[in-house]
């Protein structure tokens, strides 16, 4: 069964840090290119960042420079590591599977000002 369980959100001061991470099991990691999507409150889904099998990174220009994926193949994990956090990268942060598009369920991140 397709399984994308994340972790590390909380609650941290603006201009800390956080690591995400995603657990990947029941689907082809190795070969796969994966996500991080955001969803603020009242807002619509926002795409964050993506690596592909390769480790090519790409990222929103808002958090260019703040915050790194990365991905651990010999884990099956992908990770998101948010530096100089502000208060508008709130959100609940999602990782995805891009072939099969396959979610998580999330996990809340909060930035106090």
């Known amino acids: 069964q397709e399984q994308l369980v994340e972790s590390g959100g909380g609650l941290v001061q603006a201009g800390g840090s956080l690591t995400l991470s995603c657990a990947v099991s029941g689907i082809s990691f190795s070969f796969n290119t994966m996500g991080w999507d955001r969803q603020a409150p009242g807002k619509p889904r926002e795409w964050v960042a993506t690596i592909t099998s390769g480790g090519t990174t790409k990222y929103l220009e808002s958090v260019k420079g703040r915050f790194t994926i990365s991905r651990d193949n010999a884990k099956n994990t992908v990770y998101l590591q948010m530096n100089s956090l502000k208060p508008e990268d709130t959100a609940v942060y999602y990782c995805?599977?891009?072939?099969?598009?396959?979610w998580g369920q999330g996990t809340q991140v909060t930035v106090s000002s």
């Open positions: 995805h599977s891009y072939w099969p598009n396959y």
